[in-house]
């Protein structure tokens, strides 16, 4: 391993381009940073193309086993000094240790919902933060998986990855748009579920949720639009007696999960244990 000591070394530009969006589409590519990502990631270490690290801030066994990971696999392995990795990373007091992985999609057309399944579907989310949480949210309440419709938030930028806090590795992801999703649905035996504040919408918390369903969600400033609430088999809403006149859009999807959740692990005490 050759150490790096410029941040104008071309394979360290390039890394620094995975913060733009564009060129993770345009590489299908994704930077991860800290051990605890890293290590999420290599949940799947096929997926991991290259290791970042920097020796000086790197002190941990819990380092040294990552690093050996990415030895044992034939894993490219990038040494950098304190100012190169600084350079790369997006936080105050850098760990010291990132990876670059493929991003990993798959189609509606590969999708099969099996009897206990909980996916969500969102509806041209915008903020990475709000997705990321939610991924963490549908992990920890038992989901299978997210389906993205039409313009939505990278789940592999930056920011929805630390929120996700390893999720975005555990959990299937989908792209697609409304307009495909709605023919999929049709051929789905499968509840879904729309939450949106209209007229004829249930009380969340009396409604009864059936699986396999998906849960979908609208965009934090416009909602659900009209066709995907038209195409929901049930509609509820979450009631609210303060000032404010809306939840943030990864509060109100957690509301939902966790309602989801233990409607399900009264039917099944199993649901209810850690995995």
């Known amino acids: 391993m050759t150490l790096i000591t410029s941040s104008a070394n071309p394979r360290i530009k390039d890394l620094r381009k995975l913060r733009d969006r564009k060129y993770r589409s345009e590489t299908g590519l994704a930077w991860v940073e800290g051990l605890r990502a890293c290590g999420d990631a290599f949940s799947h270490p096929e997926h991991v193309e290259q290791m970042v690290i920097c020796p000086e801030t790197l002190h941990s066994s819990f380092a040294d086993e990552l690093l050996q990971k990415a030895l044992d696999h034939n894993i490219d392995v990038i040494e950098t000094s304190r100012e190169v990795y600084s350079s790369l990373s997006g936080k105050e007091?850098?760990?010291?240790?990132?990876?670059?992985?493929?991003?990993t999609f798959q189609t509606l057309d590969n999708v099969v919902l099996s009897q206990a399944d909980l996916w969500v579907a969102l509806d041209r989310v915008a903020d990475p933060g709000n997705l990321g949480t939610i991924l963490r949210t549908l992990d920890a309440s038992g989901g299978k998986g997210l389906i993205l419709l039409d313009h939505c938030t990278d789940p592999y930028d930056p920011t929805a990855i630390r929120a996700s806090t390893g999720a975005?590795?555990?959990?299937?992801?989908?792209?697609?748009?409304?307009?495909?999703?709605?023919m999929w649905k049709t051929r789905q035996n499968a509840n879904l579920v729309g939450a949106v504040a209209v007229p004829g919408a249930q009380d969340y918390h009396s409604y009864v949720y059936t699986r396999p369903m998906i849960l979908i969600m609208g965009s934090e400033r416009e909602g659900l639009?009209?066709?995907?609430?038209?195409?929901?088999?049930?509609?509820?809403?979450?009631?609210?007696?303060?000032?404010?006149?809306?939840?943030?859009?990864?509060?109100?999807?957690?509301?939902?999960?966790?309602?989801?959740?233990?409607?399900?692990?009264?039917?099944?005490?199993?649901?209810?244990?850690?995995?």
């Open 225 to 275: 639009s009209p066709t995907l609430t038209e195409l929901c088999d049930g509609l509820v809403y979450i009631p609210m007696i303060g000032h404010v006149d809306s939840l943030n859009l990864a509060e109100a999807t957690a509301i939902m999960l966790y309602e989801i959740f233990n409607q399900h692990r009264e039917a099944n005490s199993g649901l209810g244990e850690k995995r």
């Open 168 to 182: 975005v590795f555990h959990l299937d992801l989908v792209k697609s748009d409304t307009q495909y999703f709605s």
């Open 93 to 103: 007091n850098p760990q010291g240790m990132g990876v670059v992985i493929r991003q």
